[in-house]
């Protein structure tokens, strides 16, 4: 017998394709029926088992829930302040901020993003990684989402105090955070290398070792700047990508956060070494734009991701529309091509690329799949109708248009509200740290 209920939902498939009015069951965490809805009875309650809950899926489209695999929890009281600002806004404003971090203010930050994730969608991410992020893990594990969330790690000479780590600290708190996460069920940790011109190339080694024997994803953020690549070719006579891979860092759980600015031969060690790539639209077209549709081309998965609030907000609908927009522009029109990267290639990047991506099972609607899921009001003016629903979703809806939200099959969001959190509560400490800011 289900433990959740959907009925009389459309669905969309992995394939793309839109399944009408159908029940949905969902038991042990994982989609266990789906089938139409006149082939649906709902049995009589088993003894010793609760009633399944029924959710009403009139009216909306079931689909996988979004994977923000590029986002910055210890960024979210920066929202509205990085706009317009000159490169590098890395240096003078998000290291400063983050250095002034307390566990209260991580606990805040943490807070305001889950709430924003759950109310836009998006039911799994990775965190790039900042200070006291135990107080993230507790929070997301309350929240209910899915996760993988790195400490800051860089030894840097010349870092704030209170951020300021040698080397072996450096690594001993990688390591100690892993084994944190290691006692949550839906969250997990990744080691990371926060800025490769702040990592000694001892700290690099070190890491990637820590992350070999655990078998543990290791992110960095790559080629997002020219004077970062300019730093690398100067010292090294190597691009990025080059450098690391001339240390074997490079592997099928290096995940490169930005990948802007990647020339031919770094993205052929890509496709050798099965390189993950996150772009985040929004915040990368200030600065370039990628060569999406080779790297695809070349077979290398690529996800999508925010980079935080700081640079938007956390709703990947908007970076889905601004990426296509960027694509266009740079790819589509010099090859005559306007759908250089389709709506349902994009939503998948959102969806079943980026789970992937993370190493999560899910991002697909199929029968025992893990059941991390949303659902879209369909029934609005600027949604219906349609004659191709897939490009709706890219073209007109936005996070305010998610109704439910559930991972493992466990509802965080059920008709707009909230299960998991106390928002209002959370909306009034918000209130409160702006008060004493602006003090």
Known sequence: MAD????????????GTILKDQTVDVTDGRFSKIAPASESSLKVKEPGKAAPQVLDGCGKLLMPGLADCHMHTG?????????????MIWT????????T???EKMKLSAQLAALEMIRSGTTAF??????????????????????TLSLSTMDEKGLPESIATTTEEAVARADDFYE??????????AYALRSLISCSESLIRQITEHADDRQALLQAHMNE?????????????KRPYEYLDSFHVLSDRFIGAHSIMVSAHERALLRERDVKVCHCPFS??????????ALLEDGICVGLGTDGAAHGGLSLWNEMKIFRSVMNVKHGVAQSNPAIMSAAQIISMATKEGYRLMKEEGGVIAEGKKADFITINTMQSHLYPTGNLVNTLLECVTASDVCDMAVDGRLLMKDREVLTLDEEKILYEAMKYMEELEA
């Open 75 to 87: 960024q979210q009281l920066l929202k509205g302040r990085v706009l317009d600002e000159l490169p």
């Open 4 to 15: 959740l209920r959907i009925t009389h939902v459309s669905v969309l498939t992995e394939d």
């Open 101 to 103: 971090l307390t566990p």
């Open 126 to 147: 990775i965190d790039a990684g900042s200070y006291h992020m135990k107080e993230a893990v507790k929070v997301y594990d309350k929240a209910g989402l899915r996760g």
């Open 284 to 293: 990368n077209c200030g600065k370039g734009v990628p060569e999406t549709p």
């Open 225 to 237: 700047y020219p004077g970062e690549v300019n730093f690398f070719l100067q010292r090294f006579q």
């Open 92 to 99: 003078r404003i998000m290291l400063p901020f983050e250095s």
């Open 180 to 189: 944190f996460c290691g006692e949550y069920k839906r969250l997990k940790s």
